[in-house]
Nanobody, 124 residues
Framework: QVQLVESGGGSVQAGGSLRLSCAAFGYTFSSYCMAWFRQAPGKEREGVAVIDSDGRTRYADSVKGRFTISQVNPKNTQYLQMNSLKPEDTAMYYC??????????????????WGQGTQVTVSS
């Protein structure tokens, strides 16, 4: 059984930083696409960043230059380093995964596994 567990959320002032973690348990796929999504109250879920098993990354325009997605070996933990945070980054952040080696249509395609989410609150 695959389980994704996020951590690292919290409250921070604008301009600050947070690092989110996503630990994958029971995930033994050699090829995968891992993603971070977020959803603010009253808004649709949006993709933030993705990384595949070869380390290729993509970012939403709203976070380019501020957020960095990475992974460590063994590749069962992903991180989302968030710098220069803005109040509009406030949301519940979720990690997601699917067993394919390239993140096609990263923001709209189906992900097989989801974490429970971690809250990020940025105050002005």
């Amino acid at each position: 059984q695959v389980q994704l567990v996020e951590s690292g959320g919290g409250s921070v002032q604008a301009g600050g930083s947070l690092r989110l973690s996503c630990a994958a348990f029971g995930y033994t796929f050699s090829s995968y696409c891992m993603a971070w999504f977020r959803q603010a109250p009253g808004k649709e879920r949006e993709g933030v960043a993705v990384i595949d098993s070869d380390g290729r990354t993509r970012y939403a325009d709203s976070v380019k230059g501020r957020f960095t997605i990475s992974q460590v070996n063994p590749k069962n933990t992903q991180y989302l380093q968030m710098n220069s945070l803005k109040p509009e980054d406030t949301a519940m952040y979720y990690c997601a995964a699917k067993p394919v080696g390239y993140c096609y249509d990263p923001w709209t395609s189906k992900y097989n596994y989801w974490g429970q989410g971690t809250q990020v609150t940025v105050s002005s």
